[in-house]
């Protein structure tokens, strides 16, 4: 079974500043899929990034980036120039890129819950 | 753009009573998945399903069931509340089988047990 781990239960930036979210995972799978997603006061889970463990790109989404390592099993997000908006809890989870059974369940960590200081 | 679609938005139960969640897809959208997340915790997979039928089942409770109709919207029907159900659940869309790696979730629907 896949598990991910987020090691900062909270962390804070200063409006406009960088700050970056870590995320390791263990899997025995060599191909995959790795996501970063806000969950906002509202509750809404919103999906911020999407990183293929096939490509060796990293990902990035306007201000948001990702460093994907894979023989570390390391998938951070950096987010650029922070706004007050992206105050929320941010998750990473992962999901298996093949499935017999056909399902494609994503699995979380327990989230980092980033604040922003105006 | 069509988002995903749940109802009831909130619920308060009293324990040992029965809730039914709906869950109404993006259109086109085959594959259903649902997920629980308890208060201060992260969402845990329930159970998925593909063309109305069970794809993967995780960690529900045998008091819970759910199912998918010909329309693709899927219900959640948990009985024997207890106090330890109260959560928020998600339910989540994706197309081909999910082999689209992106699913959609909706609002979630929150679920009181007193």
């Known amino acids: 079974a896949q598990t991910v781990t987020q090691s900062q239960p909270e962390m804070s930036v200063q409006e406009a500043e960088t700050v970056t979210l870590s995320c390791t995972y263990d899997?025995?799978?060599?191909?995959?899929?790795l996501f970063w997603y806000k969950q906002p006061p509202s509750r809404q889970m919103i999906l911020v990034i999407r990183q293929e463990a096939y490509k060796q790109q990293n990902a990035t989404e306007n201000r948001f980036s990702v460093n994907f390592q894979k023989a570390a099993k390391s998938f951070s997000l950096k987010i650029s120039d922070s706004q007050l908006g992206d105050a929320a809890m941010y998750f990473c989870?992962?999901?298996?890129?093949?499935?017999?059974?056909?399902?494609?369940?994503?699995?979380f960590g327990k989230g980092t819950k980033l604040s922003v200081i105006p | 753009a069509a988002g995903v679609i749940q109802s009831p938005r909130h619920l308060i139960k009293e324990k040992r009573e029965t809730a039914t969640l709906k869950c109404y897809p993006i259109p086109r959208h085959d594959t259903v998945y649902w997920y629980q997340q308890g208060p201060g915790q992260d969402p845990q997979f329930l159970i998925s399903f593909y063309e109305k039928m069970q794809s993967d089942k995780g960690s529900i409770p045998d008091r819970f069931s759910a199912q998918q109709f010909s329309d693709y919207h899927s219900e959640l029907n948990m009985s024997s509340l207890e106090l330890g159900d109260s959560a928020l659940y998600f339910c989540a869309s994706s197309a081909s089988g999910g082999a689209s790696y992106e699913q959609y979730f909706g609002p979630g629907t929150r679920l009181t047990v007193t």
């Open positions: 899997t025995s799978e060599s191909d995959y899929y």
């Open positions: 989870a992962y999901r298996s890129l093949y499935s017999g059974a056909g399902s494609y369940q994503l699995t």
